[in-house]
């Protein structure tokens, strides 16, 4: 499934939303995921799963191809742990 | 990092705010959407949101796994997880903590 077929599925269960409408709602849904992760919050949507940003270190690397040292700077990384519900679905259970 | 927590409440917030339809609607939309996305990685489907990221369903075999604390042998059975993978535009801007 990706973006356009999500839109396409509630536009057509919801045939009052004008289908730019629609397009709004659901770029804003992940819009607003995105934009709190750069800010380093956390998204916590249960029984779906939880956005957060993990802190990484700098650290020295290495090029694999040429053994070279190089150092990698700290970064911060998004996270997504999936929510107890849909890891039961997932499985199987209820 | 910030100790801020978004949930549905904020992003049928963000809908109502941008879409201008009733909360009560804007909070529908949001669970459907979360809904949809879960049946299709339920069915098995692939979920990818261009810009944001992918969502994969994986296979991980049975094997035999430890209790860290005791040493304990546990069986973990066979089971599907599911994992992110975060597009390179996210990546870009948690790690800058920079606005598009």
């Known amino acids: 499934m990706i973006r356009s077929e999500l839109i396409q599925i509630i536009a057509d269960d919801n045939p009052h939303l004008f289908q730019r409408d629609v397009e709004r709602i659901v770029n804003t849904v992940f819009e607003e995921i995105t934009e709190a992760m750069a800010k380093g919050e956390r998204v916590e949507l249960r029984g779906f799963g939880a956005f957060s940003v993990k802190q990484r270190d700098a650290r020295l690397g290495r090029n694999p191809r040429t053994g070279a040292a190089v150092s990698v700077a700290s970064k911060r990384v998004p996270f997504f742990k999936t929510g107890k519900l849909l890891r039961d679905r997932l499985n199987g259970k209820s | ?100």
Request: charged share 30%; proline share 3%.
């Open chain 2, 1 to 100: 990092m910030s100790d801020k927590t978004l949930t549905r409440m904020e992003l049928s917030e963000a809908v109502f705010r941008e879409v201008g339809l009733s909360r009560n609607e804007s909070a529908e939309l949001v669970e459907t959407v979360l809904s949809l996305m879960s049946d299709a990685l339920v069915r098995g489907e692939q979920v990818k949101i261009s810009s944001f990221g992918t969502f994969s369903v994986r296979d991980k075999n049975a094997r035999i796994g430890r209790n860290p604390k005791t040493g304990e042998e546990v069986p973990i059975t066979r089971r599907r997880v599911l994992t992110f993978r975060p597009s390179h535009l996210m990546k870009e801007r948690v790690s800058t903590g920079k606005r598009a």
